[in-house]
């Protein structure tokens, strides 16, 4: 009876594994999300770190029909994370808590839809781990559910990625909501855009791209006006308000600072390297540098095994006769082919090392030039036709695909089943052609098929294009590192599907009398269940961090102080070193002074401009016409003296 129990309960579990799957996920992001709110509300954490959530707060209360002079600035923020803000405050919910519950919200967004697209290249227990980890991250951790627009962005990034991903190889009609959540990325962070290249090196990475062009376009393009139609409520909304399109200026801007700046300034090119175990996990770093061997392991296994199979398809075209390549309509040698790949790795590294040169806008264009390069030379390689196989079309004389498979296996190659999406089944011989070439795609579903190729390029773009990008600014920040997240955590957790796939665990009894064995399948499920348990059990750990500012409790007394010696505070004219802030807690204009002039002119500027308060957090600041009358800790309040 329990043998039946047992047996039916495992018969559920298989069968339900990736629904069951999905909610553990979904269940283990919003326990996170609830509790980072708990404690992003109760810790007053918005001090020193967290200025720019304060423009968004600003600019959700305009949104809201709040009247605030001043900050032109907030204009240049993108506009989706406040707009919904907005909406809480429309209901009443005017606090911090609101948009710290959107942009939490977007957490548990991204990480269900890195689950989801995980699941496209990896077996359902790898995918779990890689969602853990990405959830688990330091930077993502630290970053989510805090009202800044970077998670939410990269949230937005990844569900557009993802059913992109599945307009190309399932359903075209996923298309349709690909580029209308591409462009809300946008308007939730700017750099975001970088989906749209990313979107088109998957597409051209393909073997046959004049058909794959052919074949998708009329949905694309319906996909892309979709997504007009989407940016059309923000762009009416800056028209009628006759607000400029502040944000979509602000990239050129950028790109223009990473090269002419005039102060002499050192980029720190390796920046978001050297900090890497940082940002992975910064409590404890042994378990960021272990992430980080088991990727330098598989890029040294992967090297390995790409080399032996480069080698073996240089030998087998000289074996069979086809000492010549057609290469963009050029015949070209075999040898030239190769040269041209290891100059096209060149060309990718050159890019990385030229962003702090030129503009950043040209680095970006040398790397997805060089991708799209690397990929359609590798393809000419992959798919190199041996002997007895003709690629033109359906009438050609095929070789079944087991016996292609086998011969793979035989000449050292990399394996369809090394890095499966179904996992270990090494007897899989599911291998389908297609018309456009008879080349052999492994199927990653009972009901699709993808080419791994443009899948792993993707990831490798995704995650070196925002290296570029970032890496290109002479101003470094800890959280530009959660767009390249992705990419990093899909490296990490191919590398360790390598490194598993590379090792045979034949069967092994742990005692001599004992019945239980150590195989392949043990090994390769205990290892990815044991690093999950880990980093679980590390992900709670990390919010057990103080994020109290005691900058924030001084700011609130300040505000009270006013509040309470003038009860007609509204019409006061108050300048703070810190304007946004006050602006926010006063829900009225406080000029904000960013000391760009000397305490003689601006206590000249003040007195003109009948200013009643300044309020610094400057120790020891002197400004004539003005005496302090109150502190709160840093927080000093000066008044204006009377004449």
Not at 34 to 58: A, K, Q
Not at 627 to 642: H, T
Request: include cysteine; charged fraction near 15%.
């Amino acid at each position: 009876m329990k043998v039946k129990k047992i047996n039916s309960i495992t018969k559920f579990f298989k069968s339900n594994e990736n629904k069951l799957s999905f909610l553990f996920i979904l269940l283990f992001s919003s326990i996170i999300t609830i509790l980072l709110i708990w404690i992003n509300t109760s810790h007053e954490i918005l001090g020193t770190s967290y200025r720019d959530v304060y423009f968004y707060l600003i600019e959700a209360l305009r949104f809201s029909g709040y009247s605030i002079d001043g900050y032109g600035y907030i204009n240049y923020l993108s506009p989706l994370i406040p707009f919904l803000t907005s909406l809480l405050f429309d209901l009443g919910f005017v606090s911090e808590t609101s948009i710290f519950t959107v942009t939490g919200i977007f957490y548990i967004i991204g990480v269900l839809g890195f689950f989801s697209l995980l699941k496209l290249r990896f077996r359902n227990l790898i995918a779990i781990l890689g969602s853990i980890l990405y959830a688990g991250l330091s930077i993502n951790l630290l970053w989510a559910a805090n009202g800044t627009i970077d998670i939410p962005s990269v949230s937005l990034t990844i569900i557009s990625i993802y059913f992109f991903v599945l307009g190309i190889e399932k359903n075209q009609k996923y298309l349709y909501l690909a580029f209308p959540i591409a462009v809300l990325g946008f308007f939730a962070k700017y750099t975001a855009g970088l989906a749209i290249p990313l979107m088109i090196l998957y597409v051209i990475s393909k073997p046959d791209i004049i058909l794959n062009i052919k074949k998708y376009w009329k949905n694309t393009v319906l996909g892309i006006i979709l997504g007009i139609i989407t940016a059309m409520p923000f762009i009416a909304y800056f028209l009628i308000n006759k607000i400029p399109f502040g944000f979509l200026n602000q990239a050129q801007d950028i790109a223009s600072k990473t090269t002419s700046s005039t102060l002499k300034v050192q980029n720190d090119l390796f920046f978001y390297f050297t900090n890497m175990p940082r940002f992975i996990y910064s409590i404890n770093e042994i378990l960021a540098y272990l992430l980080i061997i088991i990727a330098i392991v598989g890029i040294i296994i992967g090297a390995y095994k790409s080399i032996n199979f480069l080698k073996d398809r240089y030998y087998e075209s000289r074996d069979n006769n086809k000492s010549k390549f057609e290469f963009l309509n050029v015949e070209i040698s075999n040898k030239l082919l190769y040269m041209f790949l290891c100059i096209n790795l060149l060309v990718i590294i050159l890019s990385f090392l030229t962003a702090s040169k030129i503009s950043f806008i040209y680095s970006e264009l040398i790397f997805f030039a060089s991708a799209f390069t690397l990929s359609y030379i590798l393809n000419k390689i992959i798919f190199m036709v041996p002997d007895g196989i003709n690629v033109k079309g359906k009438d050609s004389k095929r070789r079944d695909s087991t016996e292609i498979d086998s011969k793979r296996r035989d000449s050292k190659r990399i394996d369809s089943t090394e890095i499966d999406s179904k996992g270990i089944d090494s007897n899989n011989n599911a291998l389908k052609d297609i018309n456009t070439g008879n080349i052999p795609l492994k199927e990653i579903s009972s009901d699709y098929k993808y080419d791994k190729l443009s899948f792993d390029l993707l990831m490798f773009a995704w995650f070196f294009s925002y290296l570029i990008f970032f890496s290109a600014h002479l101003v470094k920040a800890d959280r530009y590192f959660t767009t390249m997240a992705p990419g990093f955590i899909f490296f990490v957790i191919l590398a360790l599907e390598l490194i598993l796939n590379s090792f045979n665990f034949k069967n092994y009894s742990l005692f001599k009398k004992s019945h239980f064995s150590i195989n392949n399948g043990i090994i390769k499920n205990l290892v990815p269940i044991v690093l999950i348990a880990l980093f679980l059990i590390s992900s709670f750990s990390y919010l057990d961090m103080n994020k109290n500012d005691p900058l924030v409790h001084n700011e609130r007394e300040a505000v009270e102080w006013i509040k309470i010696n003038n009860p007609d505070y509204q019409n006061l004219v108050i300048w703070a070193e810190r304007g946004p802030i006050f602006t926010w807690y006063l829900k009225q204009e406080v000029f904000y002074v960013n000391w760009k002039y000397a305490p003689n002119k601006l206590s000249e500027m003040m007195i003109a401009n009948k200013t009643d308060y300044f309020i610094s957090i400057s120790n020891k600041t002197y400004i004539n016409g003005f005496s302090p009358v109150k502190k709160f800790g840093d927080v000093i309040i000066y008044q204006r003296n009377i004449q």
